[in-house]
C-alpha cells in the first residue's frame, strides 16, 4: 500500500492521515465546497473538491465522485473513517469492484452489522445474551402493542439501520408507543432511507459498555477490553471512560470473551466494537459498530495499541502478531486509565443549540498525558453550520481513574475558546460531579442531574 484516500473530514481525516503518514504511506484527502477552508485538506499530501454541486454532507457521501477522485489520484486503498460511507456496503462493493481496498471489514460483516436485526439475529446464534425483543421488523404499531402487552413496558422502539442515538423511541405505555412509533419511523426514514423497525424491553438504569475488537485476516482476533460509554444525551455519548470502573474482574474477563465469540463466530476481519448494556452485573448485546469509533483514543491509552494503524495493516494482509507486532491476547494488559472528552461547539445553557462563528481565541491544554484530537481547533477557524459540532476531542490518562479525572478537570479548565461557545463548562461539571468521579454513572445521568446544566 503506497497511497490511501480518506474519505472523510475533521479530526477523523486527521487522525487517519498520522497513521498513514508513519506507516510511510502517502495521503490523499477530499472535501465539499463548504470546507475549502477545513485544515484536513492541509493536512493530507494532496486533497480534491468532491460532490461539486452538492449539499455539505451530501459531498462527503458522494461515492461515484470520490472513486473517481481515488482512481485518479491513484490510491491503492480508501479509509472511510466513522459516520459518511463508513458503513455503507455499496460503497465497499464500488471500491473492490474498481481495485480499492476498502479498509474495513468484508462487506459480509457490514451487511450483518449495518443492520440491528440482522446483527442481533448472529449474536442470538451465536450464544450471546441479547435483550428480549421483537426477533425480526414489526409490521405495524399492532405489533409494538402486542409485544408491550407481552413483555410488559417501558419499551424502546429502535430503527434497524439506526446510529447516533437516531430513529430511536422510548415508550411507558401504549399511548406513548402509539404516538412515538410514527415519529420513530419517520425520523429513521429521513436520516437513513429505510424505515425498518424492531422492539426491545428498555432497561431502565443500564451502562453502555463495550469491547474493541482487532481481527486480521487469517483467522486472529483479539479484544482491548472496554469501554464505559454511559454518559450521553439523547442517547449520544458525551464522555468515555476506559476501563470501566465498576466492573468486577471476572465480570469483564466474561464480557470480553463474550464479545471475542461473537466475531469469531462471524470471522471478522479488521477494527469493531461490540456493544452491549450491563446492569447488576448482567450484561445483553445491542449491536456492533463495523469501524473505527470517535472514543478509539482512550483504548489506545490504556493499551499502547494504537488501533488505525493496524486497521491499515490488517488491510494490508499483515498477521496481527507476527507481522503487525501486537502482543498475544493474554499479553495485552491495561495499563492505568484514560477519558475522552467530546468538545462540541454546543451552547449547555441553551439546549445545546450549535453555535457558528469564528474562533478568535484558541489556546488548548497540554502537558503530560494529554491527547488532542481536533479538526478545525485553531485560532481564525471558521465553525460553519454544515457539519456535525464536535472541535475537538480532548482524551487524558492516569495510573489510576482518580488520576485520569484529576488531568480531566485541569486540562478543561485550561482550554480557552472564545468567539465560539463550546459546552467546556458542562464538561467540568460532569467531571466534577460525584457520580462521575466514583465511576458510577448510567445511561440515565445527564437526564437524571440537572444541576450539570448550571
Ligand atoms: P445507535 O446505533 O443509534 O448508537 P444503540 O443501539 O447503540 O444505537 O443504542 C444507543 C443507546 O441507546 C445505548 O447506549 C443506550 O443508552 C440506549 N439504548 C438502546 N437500546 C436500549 C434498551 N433496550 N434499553 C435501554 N437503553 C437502550
Do not use: W
Not at 475549502?36 to 455539505?56: I, M, N, Q, T, W
Not at 442481533?120 to 404499531?141: L, Q
Not at 456493544?275 to 473505527?292: A, G, K, Q, T, W
Request: aromatic letters at 8%; glycine letters at 8%.
Amino acid at each position: 500500500m503506497r497511497k490511501v484516500l480518506v474519505a472523510n473530514r475533521g479530526e477523523i481525516a486527521i487522525r487517519i492521515f498520522r497513521a498513514l503518514a508513519e506507516l510511510e504511506i502517502d495521503t490523499v484527502g477530499i472535501y465539499a465546497q463548504e470546507d475549502e477552508a477545513s485544515v484536513h485538506r492541509f493536512k493530507a499530501d494532496e486533497a480534491y473538491l468532491v460532490g461539486k454541486g452538492k449539499k455539505p454532507i451530501e459531498a462527503y457521501l458522494d461515492s461515484e465522485s470520490i472513486i473517481d477522485v481515488a482512481k485518479k489520484a491513484g490510491v491503492d486503498a480508501i479509509h472511510p473513517g466513522y459516520g459518511f460511507l463508513s458503513e455503507n456496503l455499496a460503497f465497499a462493493k464500488e471500491c473492490e469492484a474498481n481495485g480499492l481496498t476498502f479498509i474495513g471489514p468484508n462487506t459480509h460483516h457490514l451487511d450483518i452489522f449495518g443492520d440491528k436485526i440482522k446483527a442481533k439475529k448472529a449474536a442470538i446464534e451465536a450464544g450471546i445474551p441479547t435483550i428480549p425483543g421483537t426477533d425480526g421488523p414489526v409490521k405495524d404499531i399492532q405489533d409494538v402493542l402486542t409485544f408491550g402487552e407481552e413483555h410488559g413496558y417501558p419499551i424502546i422502539m429502535k430503527a434497524a439501520m439506526g446510529g447516533g442515538g437516531r430513529g430511536m423511541r422510548v415508550a411507558n405505555n401504549p399511548k406513548e408507543a402509539t404516538e412515538e412509533f410514527p415519529r420513530a419511523k419517520s425520523e429513521a426514514k429521513a436520516a437513513f432511507g429505510l424505515d425498518d423497525m424492531y422492539v426491545e424491553k428498555y432497561i431502565a438504569e443500564p451502562k453502555h459498555i463495550e469491547v474493541q475488537i482487532l481481527g486480521d485476516q487469517h483467522g486472529n482476533i483479539v479484544h482491548l477490553y472496554e469501554r464505559d460509554c454511559s454518559v450521553q444525551r439523547r442517547h449520544q455519548k458525551v464522555v468515555e471512560v476506559a476501563p470501566c470502573v465498576e466492573l468486577e474482574e471476572n465480570v469483564r474477563e466474561e464480557l470480553c470473551q463474550t464479545a471475542v465469540k461473537l466475531m469469531k463466530h462471524v470471522g471478522y476481519v479488521n477494527a469493531g466494537t461490540v456493544e452491549f448494556l450491563l446492569e447488576n452485573d448482567s450484561f445483553y448485546f445491542i449491536e456492533v459498530n463495523p469501524r473505527i469509533q470517535v472514543e478509539h483514543t482512550i483504548t489506545e491509552m490504556v493499551t499502547g495499541i494504537d488501533i488505525v494503524q493496524t486497521q491499515i495493516l490488517i488491510a494490508q494482509n499483515k498477521h496481527l502478531h507476527s507481522e503487525i507486532g501486537l502482543p498475544e491476547q493474554k499479553d495485552i494488559v491495561l495499563k492505568g486509565a484514560a477519558i475522552q472528552c467530546r468538545i462540541t461547539t454546543e451552547d449547555p445553557a441553551n439546549n445545546f443549540l450549535p453555535d457558528t462563528g469564528r474562533i478568535n481565541t484558541y489556546r488548548s491544554p497540554g502537558g503530560y498525558g494529554v491527547r488532542l484530537d481536533a479538526g478545525n481547533g485553531f485560532q481564525g477557524s471558521v465553525v460553519t453550520p454544515f457539519f456535525d459540532s464536535l472541535l475537538v476531542k480532548l482524551s487524558t490518562e492516569g495510573l489510576s481513574y482518580e488520576k485520569a479525572v484529576q488531568k480531566m478537570t485541569r486540562a478543561l479548565e485550561e482550554f480557552r475558546i472564545r468567539g465560539v461557545v463550546t459546552n467546556i463548562p458542562f464538561l467540568i461539571n460532569v467531571l466534577k460531579h460525584p457520580t462521575f468521579k466514583n465511576g458510577a454513572m448510567t445511561t440515565r445521568f445527564i437526564d437524571e442531574t440537572p444541576e450539570l446544566f448550571h
